[in-house]
C-alpha cells in the first residue's frame, strides 16, 4: 500500500502564507514527479505546480512567483511554499505523486485526502 498524507492547511488572511507538505509512505521503491493540484467548489480540479526528481519545476500561470515547489526525495516527501494568498486561492489542495512499487514495475499516480487552504479578505 502507498499513502500519501498532506499537512499544513488551514485559514490565512489575504496577503499571508501557508506551507504545505505530503509525504509518500508504504511500499515504495521510486517517486518521480511529484505535484500539487486544487479544487474550488464548482471547478475541475487544476494543476498548481509539479517537480520532477531532479527538481525541474513547472507552475500555473497563476501561481508563478508567488508559490514554490520543492522536495525532498530521502524523505519522499513534497513541499509547496504559498506567499502572497490572495481569496481566489482558496481550494482544497491535493497532493500527486507518480510511484513506482517495484524496480521492473509499473508507475502508477497516488493522490493525497485534500487539505483545505482558506484565505480571508
Known amino acids: 500500500q502507498v499513502q500519501l498524507v498532506e499537512s499544513g492547511g488551514g485559514l490565512v488572511q489575504a496577503g499571508g502564507s501557508l506551507r504545505l507538505s505530503c509525504a509518500a509512505s508504504?511500499?515504495?521503491?521510486?517517486?518521480?514527479?511529484m505535484g500539487w493540484y486544487r479544487q474550488s467548489p464548482g471547478k475541475q480540479r487544476e494543476l498548481v505546480a509539479s517537480?520532477?526528481?531532479?527538481?525541474?519545476?513547472n507552475y500555473a500561470d497563476s501561481m508563478k512567483g508567488r508559490f514554490t515547489i520543492s522536495r525532498d526525495n530521502a524523505k519522499n516527501t513534497v513541499y509547496l511554499q504559498m506567499n502572497s494568498l490572495k481569496p481566489e486561492d482558496t481550494a482544497v489542495y491535493y497532493c500527486?505523486?507518480?510511484?513506482?512499487?517495484?524496480?521492473?514495475?509499473?508507475?502508477?499516480?497516488?493522490w493525497g485526502q485534500g487539505t483545505q487552504v482558506t484565505v480571508s479578505s
Open positions: 508504504g511500499r515504495i521503491f521510486s517517486v518521480n514527479a
Open positions: 517537480i520532477t526528481r531532479d527538481d525541474s519545476t
Open positions: 500527486n505523486a507518480e510511484i513506482r512499487r517495484a524496480p521492473m514495475g509499473p508507475t502508477f499516480a497516488y
